[in-house]
């Protein structure tokens, strides 16, 4: 796999914009806790694209949903730990001041557009209303920026498509849509999760060019949910690898698809078939699946799958250290480089 | 060259589309357009497309679960395209499938023993006394304890569902077994379990499969042979290493550079897939193709062969 477009110069040394440090999700059922989330941290930086990639229930969803404050009644009180934007903590924020921000400052893209897009309000109308609220244009300016919006995610015929309502358009098309919902404020960050998962492969591809297209326009920064590293590989700077609720693994893409060290994200990446001259007898696999919440291990969840496990694994939980610049692991006994 | 153990040709599926109130047949969806297949036995033909190319229409056309406008489908030298019922149910023993999502594929209020005991009474084999030993020859078949019969479907994670649905799908000994994205709903560190089973089951058994999906990593897995299918019709097929390092139609060609991670110079087709209902004229692919001239506009191609077992339907092609 290739490694993704050039940093933008100053990302190694600026200042993060938006720093997470040990997000979690602890939800009481009795009689246990499920720790959907146990301790996220990662820095995403100005016109940098971080991936984070896992498997189904691996809490990268949720992560999202936390980060953009959009976790519903009974969840909405549980969230631990920090969220910083441009030195604001977004988690003890007013919802007053938040959805201030949400929309103009830290926007989201959803997997499912048909579900996310209001079915009974046209498309422009959805890309002007944000900028009516948070830009305060008038109706007529509004309307006139969401014509521009569609252009600029190259939707043919924008001023019929705005007058449109989205079950007239193509799966490729609402997903565009979104996008320029999302980015209509220009935010300083978007999170966009698994954007490009219900989509055909020659679709995916317009979308996968289109976000980094208007990223290196904007500046903004992305954070893109995944759980396809072929995607991230794609379009990542740096990658976050997930499993049950940490991150085990943190690298530049390069990197970590050339040399992982995660027993994991070495399983992960062994097991993935690709188009290749002579195709291997059999795959590797990891062995069993990934437990549910409920039924975690302690100490690492990986333990039971993993070929390299010693005896402290299953005692205590590794931290993510630092290998080498850049290059972070949460495992006792990692792999070689 | 031995018989194929199926041949497909001139296949087409065309599905009325009626009228709201007075149920008048107002256009027609070609969901599958005239198509030709072939399958030896032991081999894995893929078919290759995006939604709506007709890929799964074509697999529930060969097992007969749709009927088929025109075109015959020869399964072991036979034509069962018009079979009626009766003449059919030898021939439903020795075709299986394998659905997409393993949730919805197994029916929640039976155990699994029933599940899979559920093929033997309906073709009436074996006596009751025996069942419980082929269910536990099954389930250890494609790795699960024999006890897993005992148990409901929802009790099983996504991986084991989808051994229980190819264990079904094996009862009855086939010879042709259709896989319609038998792992696009699985986490990917399980996908690679269920390839690996499947092959090591086609390895011990002989079975032909025809797997139908849109991952094309996947498939260069998988497959002897691809067929790329675009809006009903076959655009290409070939041997696996003709077609992942020689694509001549220019379709398979936006397909195969789409692929995410195998570099940064992509080949992005503009435009979406139009609906089947109202394919463009001449070669369906002419609105979105980079070389088409103004005769892929009026005339459909036809296909010809370029390599022994290479054929591609494109005007632009020259052989």
């Known amino acids: 796999m290739s490694a993704a477009a050039s940093v ?21 059922v009795p009689p246990h806790v499920l720790r959907a989330v146990d301790g996220v941290s990662f820095d995403l930086r100005r016109g940098e694209t971080l991936g984070l990639v896992g498997e189904s229930g691996s809490g990268k969803t949720l992560t999202a949903l936390m980060l953009m404050r959009l976790l519903e009644p009974p969840l909405d009180s549980l969230p631990q730990g920090q969220v910083m934007l441009d030195g604001i903590d977004l ?96 935010p300083a960050v978007l999170v966009a999760d698994e954007p490009t998962t219900a989509l055909d ?29 072929a995607v991230i590989a794609e379009t990542a700077h740096r990658v976050a690898v997930m499993y049950a609720g940490r991150i085990v693994e943190e690298a530049p893409v390069a990197l970590l698809f050339a040399a992982p060290r995660h027993p994991y994200t070495r399983g992960l ?23 549910g919440p409920a039924d975690r291990p302690a100490g690492c969840a990986f333990t039971p799958r993993c070929a390299r496990a010693l005896p402290r694994c299953a005692d205590a939980a590794p931290p993510l250290a630092d290998l080498a610049s850049g290059h972070r692991v949460a495992c006792w006994n990692p792999a070689d480089g | 060259m031995a018989e194929p153990l199926l041949k497909v040709s001139g296949l087409e599926v065309h599905f009325p589309i009626r009228s709201p109130f007075l149920q008048r047949r107002i256009g027609t969806v070609r969901a599958v357009d005239g198509i030709d297949l072939d399958v030896a036995r032991g081999e ?79 073709h009436r084999i074996g006596v009751a006394q025996d069942r419980a030993e082929r269910v536990a020859a099954l389930l250890r078949t494609v790795g699960l304890p024999p006890e897993a019969a005992r148990r409901y479907p929802h009790e099983f994670s996504g991986g084991q569902r989808q051994r229980i649905g190819i264990a079904r799908a094996l009862a009855l000994e086939p010879e042709l077994i259709i896989g319609d994205e ?23 058994r002989g079975l032909a499969y025809i797997m139908i999906s849109h991952n094309l990593a996947v498939v260069s897995h998988v497959a002897d042979r691809v067929a790329v299918m675009y809006l009903g019709r076959v655009v290409e097929t070939a041997p696996r290493e003709e077609l992942f390092f020689r694509a001549q139609h220019p379709y398979t060609q936006a397909l195969l ?16 897939v139009p609906s089947p209902a109202r394919p463009p004229t001449g070669c369906h692919f002419h609105p979105r193709c980079p070389i088409a001239q103004t005769r892929c506009a009026e005339e459909a191609p036809a296909s ?12 632009m092609v020259s052989p």
């Open chain 1, 269 to 291: 990446l062994a097991s993935i078939p690709r188009i290749e001259r002579v195709p291997a007898a059999t795959l590797p696999e990891i062995p069993g699946m990934v437990p």
């Open chain 2, 182 to 204: 038998p792992v696009s709903a699985l986490d990917v560190s399980i996908q690679a379990q269920i390839i690996n089973l499947m092959k090591r089951l086609q390895a011990d």
């Open chain 2, 44 to 122: 894995t033909l893929a078919i290759v497309g995006e939604s709506g190319c007709g890929k799964t229409t074509t697999g529930k056309a060969i097992l007969r679960l749709i009927d088929s406008t025109a075109g015959s489908i020869h399964f072991g030298g036979e034509d069962i395209a018009r079979h009626g019922a009766a003449a059919l149910a030898p021939f439903r023993r020795r075709m299986q499938i394998v659905f997409q999502d393993p949730y919805a594929s197994l029916n929640p209020r039976m155990t699994v023993g029933g599940i899979l005991a559920a093929p033997f009474d309906i």
């Open chain 2, 257 to 272: 550079s789409a692929v995410p991670g195998r570099g940064r110079s992509r080949q992005v087709l503009q435009g979406d």
């Open chain 1, 91 to 186: 988690m003890t924020l007013s919802e007053a001041r938040m959805s201030a921000l949400r929309g103009r400052t830290v926007s989201m893209v959803f997997q499912e557009p048909m579900t996310s897009l209001n079915p009974v309000m046209t498309v422009g109308r959805q890309i002007a209303e944000p900028l009516m609220r948070h830009l305060g244009l008038s109706a007529r300016e509004a309307a006139a920026r969401a014509e521009e919006m569609l252009r600029l995610v190259h939707i043919p015929d924008p001023r019929r498509v705005a007058g449109a309502y989205p079950h007239l358009l193509s799966g490729g098309m609402r997903q565009r849509a979104m996008i320029a919902i999302a980015l209509a404020c220009r």
């Open chain 1, 201 to 229: 492969v020659t679709v995916q591809a317009q979308i996968l060019e289109l976000l980094g297209e208007l990223q290196r326009e904007m500046g903004s920064a992305i954070l893109l949910i995944t759980h396809d590293l």
């Open chain 2, 304 to 315: 010809r062969i370029l390599a022994p077992g290479h054929a591609v339907a494109c005007h």
């Open chain 1, 8 to 28: 933008p110069d100053d990302a190694g040394t600026s200042a993060p914009l938006l720093s997470v440090r040990d997000l979690a999700l602890h939800i009481p």
